[in-house]
């Protein structure tokens, strides 16, 4: 059996920690075995992963590329340690490693190394020097981030790359970015050569992109019409594809009248660790100059198009102003009107009917952006079509309209024939405008508009869940007014109580962003009654008396 002992007490004999009483080796994915005593005294990296894990699967060919690189020098060695359930999988994923394993059927022996080296979450790659002490836990990050430069995996090793990373930026040049080892050109989707000093001088945008990517389609899209209209202006882009496959590659950039770094560049992922790729897709500009100008300016091409150029903090403290000024002078047919679209739809049973945005001037308004296969929009929806009701009744110039990021008309159809209120129709071009224009991220939110058309809130959701119909009309002075009665009135109240429901532990009176009544199960903003060992909370409506909590 495997010694489960501690991976940081002492160095690690992995004759005996890889070994067992019935086994000394270890297998290669054709099957052969080889002696565990044949790794003694190299560096070591023992892969924790499994066929089942998503991650795995694309950490894995960075792995055997950066394997491929290390093991000519003759002093490196992987073993992978599996988490698979079934024999077959096993081999199925095993067969795509250069590398060695413990064998599957050692079941005890690929549980104790994962108790041994305390691994909680795969892929896991430990690296162990020669004499079996830990180098490092952290081999995935490493291996992702400098690939088989981290080699030998020493903290001398990594601190030198990242200190050398930051020089590079501080000198950074559309060379040092674009150039690499021996490759210094370009490609074009005719695929001839554009040598990178053609782009020394201008401003350049690499786009990270994944061809199949939704988000990444519609954009590029966008970003093609911006190119067109920048290409006189000295501004250029290069395709940075993170793409698998080559007709992905292919079939994208055909579509983009752009430059590119060749399919599977080692530059690309070079870039990629560079610039702290995070988000698809990623449009990082560079200026003449070859520094950063915008790390992601990606919202900045969405909400301003090729005004944005040429990207600089000047032209973006100009283009905020004008956006306060516009939105100062925003009007309900400002943001609700365009050449081909002046009305909205109304539920009218088995018909629908067109009502014009004119009709709508003078009206407090709320757009509810929300969608059917939301969760949270489908929860809040009844609250939400009895607080309408609610406010209705109070002023009947009070008006919602609804927009819909429904992947289909069917079920957009089956959400707006439960709401009593207006909505864009489906797929209506406004939708993304607004969505831009009011920053919309998660859903559902809902937006206030005043009668003389400007932007009252943005919050209007949070204030529903807090306020019900009191909250209209949402302006800022009435929101504080009720929130200073609300604190008023909390001054009463006992700083401390049990429930006869939650009796274990008292229930502290605390002030929260978001939470979820445990009493009502509908969502609380605001002060609540709440048990943080158990995570239990109540709003003060749903608390006990104060007699009672007393």
Not at 127 to 144: P, R, W, Y
Not at 514 to 533: D, H, I, N, Q, T
Request: with cysteine.
């Amino acid at each position: 059996m495997a010694m489960a002992i501690d991976q940081e007490s002492f160095p690690h004999d992995l004759a005996v920690v890889l070994s067992s009483e019935e086994r000394d080796f270890l297998i290669c994915r054709n099957g052969e075995q080889i002696r565990t005593s044949s790794i003694k005294g190299k560096i070591v990296g023992l892969y924790f992963s499994g066929s089942w894990c998503g991650l795995c699967r694309q950490f894995t060919p960075k792995l055997v590329e950066a394997y491929e690189d290390l093991y000519p020098k003759g002093d490196f060695e992987m073993l992978f340690i599996s988490s698979d359930k079934d024999n077959e999988p096993f081999i199925e994923y095993f067969g795509k490693m250069p590398w060695l394993a413990v064998p599957f059927s050692d079941v005890e022996a690929r549980k104790n190394l994962k108790q041994l080296f305390k691994v909680r979450a795969i892929p896991h790659l430990v690296i162990l020097d020669g004499t079996g002490n830990v180098l490092s836990n952290e081999g995935v990050k490493f291996i992702k981030h400098f690939g088989p430069e981290a080699y030998p995996f020493t903290s001398e090793r990594v601190n030198y790359l990242r200190e050398d990373e930051e020089k590079a930026k501080e000198n950074q040049s559309l060379r040092s970015i674009l150039v690499h080892e021996s490759r210094d050109f370009l490609i074009s989707n005719e695929e001839s050569k554009i040598s990178v000093s053609e782009l020394e001088g201008k401003t350049v945008g690499l786009y990270f992109v994944m061809a199949s990517h939704k988000g990444c389609k519609n954009f590029t899209l966008k970003l093609v019409d911006v190119y067109k209209k920048l290409k006189q202006k000295n501004f250029e882009i290069v395709l940075i594809s993170l793409d698998e496959k080559y007709e992905d590659f292919k079939q994208g950039f055909e579509t983009m009248p752009w430059l590119a770094l060749a399919f599977k560049d080692k530059n690309c992922e070079r870039l990629v660790r560079y610039f702290e790729h995070k988000l698809l897709p990623q449009l990082v500009v560079i200026s003449p100059d070859g520094k950063t100008l915008q790390q992601n300016a990606v919202k900045l091409v969405e909400e301003y198009g090729d005004q944005a150029f040429p990207f600089t903090q000047e032209k973006l403290v100009t283009l905020a102003n004008l956006k306060k000024e516009k939105l100062e002078a925003q009007t309900l047919e400002s943001i609700l009107v365009t050449a081909d679209r002046d009305f909205v739809i109304s539920n009218g049973g088995l018909r629908v009917s067109f009502r014009p945005v004119s009709k709508l001037v003078g009206n407090n308004i709320v757009l509810y952006f929300a969608a059917s296969w939301s969760l949270p929009s489908r929860e809040f929806l009844p609250k939400l079509i009895t607080t309408y009701q609610e406010i209705k009744k109070k002023d009947e110039n009070f008006e919602m309209i609804f927009i819909s990021s429904d992947q289909d008309e069917s079920s957009f159809n089956n959400l707006f024939s439960s709401m009593p209120w207006l909505a864009l129709p489906f797929d209506d071009d406004r939708k993304a405008f607004l969505s831009r224009r009011f920053n919309i991220v998660g859903i559902p939110v809902a937006i206030a508009i005043s009668t003389s058309g400007c932007t009252v809130n943005t919050q209007v959701r949070q204030l529903l869940e807090t306020h019900g119909a009191g909250a209209y009309p949402f302006t800022e002075e009435h929101i504080k007014n009720l929130q200073q009665r609300l604190d008023k009135n909390t001054m009463g109240w006992p700083k401390k109580g049990k429930d006869e429901i939650h009796n274990e532990h008292e229930l502290a009176l605390i002030h929260q962003q978001v939470y979820l009544c445990s009493g009502c199960k509908e969502m609380g903003y605001g002060w609540s009654f709440f048990c943080k060992r158990c995570d239990y909370g109540l709003h003060p409506k749903c608390a006990p008396k104060q007699e009672e909590m007393n």
